[in-house]
């Protein structure tokens, strides 16, 4: 149990494109979902915080209008990076939390590879 | 200072050796302690975690909390090459749903 997925794995866009990255809990529901940015050989870099129906809570530093977060099920989070820019290339990874008692624990997605042209 | 240090290596032994991995912290609001494996290009995988102060054990695998020296440890035995991976210790306070600290991963290579 505790399966999440990410989609898509890979994606190459061109500079100025938008591109929604979906986080999906398979079997599970997942009160919480968090975004992570990570960069070659670094540790994972937590971007938001978003609770199911509530808006996301960003980190200090990541702008909320480029990095779209919607969490509008109990298991979908959805990442819309808007007109990326080469420097947004990096490796997304979400992860879910299933609450109460093991609200602790977190699930983490494959990861999404982005590279923007 | 960091909230978590975590010695990113890298760190190579023989197969069959014992590893050990370690953090410290700095916040002793922290409760809950974990580690997740980290193969390249793929998403942190859990592979401990810990409530408090005490050793768990699983398999090939402990994990150790002191608490008192804010400091955790894995230790993994027989290591194999499979083990080869990024290890990264994480840790949350006691409200469920927090985002996790993350330390930044140590990276093991083990030969055969």
């Known amino acids: 149990g505790a399966v999440v997925s990410q989609h898509p794995s890979r994606v190459i866009c061109k500079s100025g494109t938008s591109v929604k990255i979906e986080c999906r809990s398979l079997d599970f529901q997942a009160t919480t979902m968090f975004w992570y940015r990570q960069f070659p050989k670094k540790s994972l870099m937590l971007m938001a915080t978003s609770n199911e129906g509530s808006k996301a809570t960003y980190e200090q530093g990541v702008e909320k209008d480029k990095f779209l977060i919607n969490h509008a099920s109990l298991t979908l989070s959805t990442l819309t990076v808007t007109s990326a820019h080469p420097e947004d290339s990096s490796f997304y990874i979400c992860s879910a939390s299933r609450g109460g008692r093991q609200g602790y624990e977190q699930f983490f997605g494959p990861g999404t590879r982005l590279t923007v042209l | 200072q960091k909230e978590v240090e975590q010695d990113p290596g890298p760190l190579s032994v023989p197969e069959g050796a014992i590893v050990s991995l370690n953090c410290t912290y700095s916040n002793s609001a922290f409760q809950y302690f974990m580690w997740y494996r980290q193969y390249s290009r793929k998403g942190p995988e859990l592979l401990m975690y810990?409530?408090?102060?005490g050793n768990k054990e699983d398999g090939r695998f402990t994990a150790q909390v002191d608490k008192s020296s804010k400091y955790i440890s894995l230790f993994i035995r027989d290591s194999q090459p499979s083990d080869s991976a990024t290890y990264l210790c994480a840790m949350s306070g006691n409200q469920a749903g927090t985002a996790l600290i993350f330390g930044k991963g140590t990276t093991l290579s083990v030969s055969s």
């Open positions: 810990t409530y408090s102060s």
